[in-house]
């Protein structure tokens, strides 16, 4: 019944940027903090940032501070502005969504979860 979809992944010359979406099938859109993961073969899934069900307040993790903004609108759209792009952002970029108003950092927490688009950053 809740299916989530990213895009917008591709290859990407350090220093410049991606947008990546996330089409969220939910019929309660409104209900959910959406989050943004990343993971990295061989290590443990990563928070990157999340925004509140309102859209009012956002969390984002130290390592992409000012170079990656999330956003949501009305139409069941999440999104990821990156900028700045490091080799070391490469990787699986992952959507979620959390029944929750709170913008949690915690993986656990989400109950949905996209499939992944791939983000690779060349030097």
């Known amino acids: 019944q809740v299916q989530l979809v990213e895009s917008g992944g591709g290859l990407v010359q350090a220093g410049g940027s991606l947008r990546l979406s996330c089409a969220a099938s939910?019929?309660?859109?409104?209900?959910?903090?959406m989050g943004w993961f990343r993971q990295a073969p061989g290590k443990e899934r990563e928070f990157v940032a999340a925004i509140s069900r309102t859209g009012g307040y956002t969390n984002v993790t130290d390592s992409v501070k000012g170079r990656f903004t999330i956003s949501r609108d009305n139409a069941n759209m999440v999104y990821l502005q990156m900028t700045s792009l490091k080799p070391e952002d490469t990787t699986v970029y992952y959507c979620?969504?959390?029944?929750?108003?709170?913008?949690?950092?915690?993986?656990?927490?989400?109950?949905?979860w996209g499939q992944g688009t791939q983000v690779t950053v060349s030097p």
């Open positions: 979620a969504a959390a029944l929750t108003g709170r913008t949690i950092a915690t993986d656990r927490d989400y109950e949905y």
């Open positions: 939910i019929r309660t859109f409104s209900s959910y903090a």
